[in-house]
Structure formats: C-alpha cells, structure tokens
C-alpha cells in the first residue's frame, strides 16, 4: 500500500479540479513485456503501468502515467527497481476547441525519476563542489501537435522538444486507423515514425551521425467492450530502430539490450 501512496496522490491531485468541472476521461491499467519509448528499449522484461487522462473545458486536459519493472532486471534503464515506480509523468495539454478538418492541441511533460539518487561531488577541501539533479528534479517537454481529422488514417505530425536533456527535437510521424469488429470487438493499428535533430541523436540515441530517422513502431490493440465504459484487451506492439549509425551506436554504448523488439500484454481501461 506504501508504494501506491505517492501515484494515488498524484492521481487524486490532478483528477479532483477537472473532475468539479464536470470533465471527461479515462483511466487504464497496461502490463507490458517491455517499456520502449521512441524506439529504445528502456526494460525488455515485465512492466505494469498504469494512467490517467482528464479533458475539461476550453480544450485543456491533464494526464498521469507511470511505470513500475515487475522484476529486477539489471538491463532496466533503472535496474533492479521491481515493485517500485521508476518514471512518473504528469502532463498539461490544451486542445484547440473548433471542429474542422485540422486539430491543434499543445501542451508538457514533467518527468519525475523516483528511483534516480542524488550526488554531491565535494572539492579537496570538503566543500560542496556540484550536486546532481534531486529525483523531483526531472526533465521537462513542450510538444505541439497537428491533426488531419477528416482523412484517411487520421496522420498527425508532434513536435517534441525536452528543455532539460536535449537542446534540439524529435518529431513522430502518426497514423492509425481503428475497426469495428463487433458489437463489443474492435482493433485498432497505429504506426509511428520518428526523426531527430542532430543533439536529440546524441543526448538520447547515443550516436554522433547528425539528424536521422530515429525509429518505426507498429500498434496493434483488440478491445473487447464489458460495458459502455470499461473494456479489457489485447495489445502488440513491434519497435525497431531505423538508422544504421544510430542501430551500431545503441549496440556498441551497451544501454539499450535490444534494437528490435515485438513486445504486448494486457490493457484495461475505464471511461467517466
């Protein structure tokens, strides 16, 4: 129960103003045989994450996403952390309120690390010479978001930009398309592409090639409808990364286990 204490919070903080206002959301449970985001593999084994998302008046929204490693993976990117939240991401967004052809919306990340610990280098002397970034001290990103909403496959294009890590970009490519199976069964396919800055390449993806396309992914999610709110279901996912350099960089650096990955799971979610 301690360890839920922290996201229950959270979770109660950011959901309590939007829901006196009447709001719409939902909230979902995911757990994943991998965490990958923008195609490095952050953890190949057991995830569980769960999430919140809230949408009030005037277009604006706020969201809450987690991560917890179901086992004590030394390859984690926070190894060995099981049972413990190792990412907590709270987010601000604002869509714009017209309905049209082209949807806008904007908004940031604020990225809390729980499990990362703080360092104090000290001079010869004894004095404090640095101190890392505390936990609470995460990183932040703007993104802006542009929608073709009456066409095929509803492509989208994000412009992502993280003020803490990286002075340059990523933009994700989207496109997806969902199906009406049944009364209650429904598949929905997603793809996306990602391509990056020069510095973006560097900080994250660990390679000195300049700009490049970063990464592919494919979604692939059957639902099945329990009701007219909540639903269970399946999920794949394939991520692979796209630029020969940036592919020998990942192996070489030792961080990342995999370049390739089909990973799924389990999803459930809730809507009010």
């Known amino acids: 129960m301690k360890k839920m204490t922290t996201l229950t919070i959270l979770a109660a903080a950011l959901a309590a103003p939007v829901s006196a206002l009447a709001a719409d959301g939902s909230a979902y449970v995911d757990i994943l045989s991998a965490y990958v985001y923008n195609g490095l593999v952050y953890n190949d084994e057991a995830v569980f994450q769960p999430g ?15 991560n917890m490693d179901l086992t004590d993976n030394p390859a984690s990117i926070a190894p060995n952390t099981a049972g413990e939240w190792n990412e907590i991401d709270l987010g601000l967004s604002w869509a714009a309120p017209w309905e049209g052809p082209v949807g806008l919306s904007a908004g940031t990340i604020y990225y809390i690390y729980p499990q990362n610990s703080s360092t104090v280098e000290l001079n010869e002397d004894g004095t404090v010479a640095s101190v890392s970034k505390s936990p609470a001290d995460g990183s932040y990103q703007v993104f802006a978001r542009i929608e073709a909403s009456n066409v095929p496959l509803t492509p989208a294009v994000k412009f992502c930009h993280e003020l803490d890590n990286t002075d340059d970009w990523i ?12 009364d209650a069964l429904s598949l929905d396919l997603g793809t996306v592409l990602g391509w990056a800055g020069t510095y973006y390449v560097e900080s994250n993806y660990g390679a000195d090639t300049g700009s490049a396309l970063t990464h592919a992914q494919v979604d692939a999610t059957l639902r099945y409808a329990l009701n007219e709110k909540a639903s269970v279901g399946l999920k794949g996912t394939f991520s692979s990364i796209l630029d020969s350099d940036v592919r020998d960089a990942i192996d070489e650096g030792g961080v990342y286990p995999d370049t390739d990955i089909f990973f799924g799971g389990v999803t459930a979610s809730y809507s009010f």
């Open 52 to 66: 919140l998302d809230v949408s009030g008046p005037l277009g604006l929204g706020c969201s809450l996403w987690a």
């Open 171 to 182: 933009i994700l490519f989207t496109a997806g398309h969902g199906f009406e199976l049944s």
